[in-house]
Every structure is written in C-alpha cells, then in structure tokens.
C-alpha cells in the first residue's frame, strides 16, 4: 500500500506538485496521466527516494518514507524515462552492476540474471553489447535491471516512449505478469491508451494538481455523459441546441444527453423529414481524454 497525504514539492518558485494525495492498494497497476511537465516524474522521484527534499506525509507498506528509506529501498524497483546501462559494457555484465548494488552474488545473482532477461525477452542477447541494442531493447534492459531483487512495488516512468511495436508489446506483457504474480505497478504515460489497456486505477494530474483519481469505469462513469455524433453539411450548431448541450468538434457536432436514444431517433426523422442528408449519426462516449481536456483544458500531448 502506498499512502500521499499533503505532498508539496517546489523547484525555486516553480510548484511541480501541489497538495497530493492518493492511495494506491497492493496488487494493482496504478496509472499515472498527464502531459510532460506535469509533475509524474517528480512524484515518483519522490517515492522512490530519489527525491529527499519534499513537504507532507508518504508512507510505503505503512512505513514513512522519510524514516524508513533503506528497508522501503529493497521493495523498490524504479524504472527512470533516461537509459541507465553502460553501453561500453555486455547486457549481462550491466545487470551484474546492478545486482551487486542490490546485494545479490554468486549464485543467486546468476539466477536472478536469467530470470529477468527471460522476462524481458532478451536472453539469447545476454552476452551482446548494449550499444548493439535498439531503443526499445535498452528500455527492456532498464527494466530488467529494476527487477533483479524481486522488488514488492515497481515504478515505471514513461517505459514505452520512443520504442518500437514489439518492445512495446513485450513490456506490456512484463506489467500483466507482475500484476498475476501479487507486484504492485506504478506506471506514468500520457499515451491513454496504454493506461485503460493496463490500469485498474489511474490518477490524472496536471500543473502538479490531481484533478481526479479512481478505477476507470468510476471515472468515466462520472464524466462520460452519453452523446450524439452529427455530421452533415446541412445542420448547423442552433439546428442542435434543443437536443443538449452542442460541442463543435472537427468533422461535425457533438450532443450531449442523458437520452441519447431518443435524441438519435428525433434527429434522424428530422433529417428524414427535410431530407438533409447525413454523413454520420452515431452514438459515443467521451473517452478517458475528452475527460482530462475538460477538467484542465490541457491536451495529453500539449
């Protein structure tokens, strides 16, 4: 369990985060969402005591942070957006490093080694040297090498940016895997597709304020008012406003109503009557980032 109560974090007069609080249970991918600057880097920064110099309370395992660094440290495996392999050096012999910081040897270290460059699909590259690796390779590798220990709480930042498809796909298969074996995740991106395919429960933050947090179904549950789609070179925004609340969006109009069955079946004998011809007329739901721009006016990838 891990427990924000109060969290302030300043950068001169520069606020990155600002009263955060969240609680995140065990066992569960917990996504984090915002766009670059947002204040995700530094929140978990912070929990994975890399930060020290913070305001209010944040407890790991029901333990302060503060108090208990060393023993919270062991159940941590923190994955950084910036590369943290020596490219000079073999993909085994980077683990090795990182192994011994850990305290693991002999043979211990050499099973703990094979295990995760399994995990990471990067076995048979074991002995080859990080600068032959693509992208998408060293990001596995950063991630292997959070996971030599067996940590209990795993925080990745950003893990897929700027990887290709199969790197992709294969980290997203690590975080199903960790979540089966009991590991609690902690995952940052602004790629809201990754989060509703991998998060029980996201928190959405933006300037260092979380506007919301819940499981995904609360959330859009909460915002997602139903809506009807309207695209036609013959109905113009006023022709809308007695159905709900009118959006323009770029190929059309969105209405948003609490009987969007009704108002799809009105709309189309309408449309019948005046025979106006229609391109589209359809019924949606916002999606998880239509709800982050109206809480903040911020786009995901401002």
Same mark, same amino acid.
């Given at each position: 369990?891990?427990?924000?109560?109060?969290?302030?974090?300043?950068?001169?007069?520069?606020?990155?985060?600002?009263?955060?609080?969240?609680?995140?249970?065990?066992?569960?991918?917990?996504?984090?969402?915002?766009?670059?600057?947002?204040?995700?880097?530094?929140?978990?920064?912070?929990?994975?005591?890399?930060?020290?110099?913070?305001?209010?309370?944040?407890?790991?395992?029901?333990?302060?942070?503060?108090?208990?660094?060393?023993?919270?440290?062991?159940?941590?495996?923190?994955?950084?957006?910036?590369?943290?392999?020596? %490219?000079? &050096?073999?993909?085994?012999?980077?683990? !090795?490093? =990182?192994?011994?910081?850990? *305290?693991? #040897?002999?043979? /211990? @270290?050499?099973?703990?080694?094979?295990?995760?460059?399994?995990?990471?699909?990067?076995?048979?590259?074991?002995?080859?040297?990080?600068?032959?690796?693509?992208?998408?390779?060293?990001?596995?590798?950063?991630?292997?090498?959070?996971?030599?220990?067996?940590?209990?709480?795993?925080?990745?930042?950003?893990?897929?940016?700027?990887?290709?498809?199969?790197?992709?796909?294969?980290?997203?298969?690590?975080?199903?895997?960790?979540?089966?074996?009991?590991?609690?995740?902690?995952?940052?991106?602004?790629?809201?597709?990754?989060?509703?395919?991998?998060?029980?429960?996201?928190?959405?933050?933006?300037?260092?304020?979380?506007?919301?947090?819940?499981?995904?179904? %609360?959330? &859009?549950?909460?915002?997602?008012?139903? !809506?009807? =789609?309207?695209?036609?070179? *013959?109905? #113009?925004?006023? /022709? @809308?406003?007695?159905?709900?609340?009118?959006?323009?969006?770029?190929?059309?109009?969105?209405?948003?109503?609490?009987?969007?069955?009704?108002?799809?079946?009105?709309?189309?004998?309408?449309?019948?009557?005046?025979?106006?011809?229609?391109?589209?007329?359809?019924?949606?739901?916002?999606?998880?980032?239509?709800?982050?721009?109206?809480?903040?006016?911020?786009?995901?990838?401002?």
């Amino acid at each position: 369990m891990i427990q924000l109560n109060h969290i302030h974090k300043h950068y001169g007069p520069r606020v990155a985060l600002d009263d955060v609080n969240l609680h995140i249970s065990n066992g569960i991918c917990f996504g984090l969402i915002g766009p670059n600057g947002a204040g995700k880097s530094t929140l978990m920064k912070i929990l994975s005591c890399i930060l020290e110099d913070f305001e209010g309370e944040a407890l790991v395992s029901d333990q302060p942070l503060r108090e208990n660094r060393d023993s919270i440290k062991k159940k941590l495996g923190y994955v950084p957006q910036e590369i943290c392999l020596e %490219e000079k &050096l073999t993909a085994i012999d980077n683990l !090795s490093f =990182f192994g011994r910081i850990y *305290g693991l #040897k002999g043979n /211990d @270290l050499k099973h703990a080694m094979d295990k995760v460059m399994k995990k990471v699909g990067l076995y048979d590259r074991r002995k080859d040297l990080v600068s032959s690796f693509s992208g998408g390779m060293k990001r596995r590798m950063n991630i292997a090498c959070a996971l030599l220990h067996n940590p209990k709480i795993i925080i990745l930042d950003e893990p897929t940016v700027g990887v290709d498809p199969q790197s992709r796909n294969y980290i997203f298969d690590i975080i199903k895997d960790l979540k089966k074996e009991g590991k609690t995740v902690l995952y940052s991106s602004h790629y809201m597709e990754e989060v509703e395919n991998l998060c029980d429960e996201i928190a959405l933050i933006d300037s260092g304020n979380i506007v919301e947090y819940g499981s995904i179904r %609360e959330i &859009l549950k909460k915002h997602a008012t139903p !809506s009807i =789609f309207v695209q036609s070179e *013959g109905i #113009k925004k006023k /022709d @809308l406003v007695t159905f709900g609340e009118v959006t323009e969006v770029k190929d059309g109009f969105v209405v948003e109503t609490e009987e969007p069955l009704k108002v799809m079946d009105d709309l189309a004998s309408i449309f019948i009557e005046k025979n106006i011809s229609v391109e589209r007329l359809e019924i949606s739901k916002r999606s998880l980032e239509d709800i982050f721009l109206t809480l903040t006016g911020t786009s995901l990838r401002d």
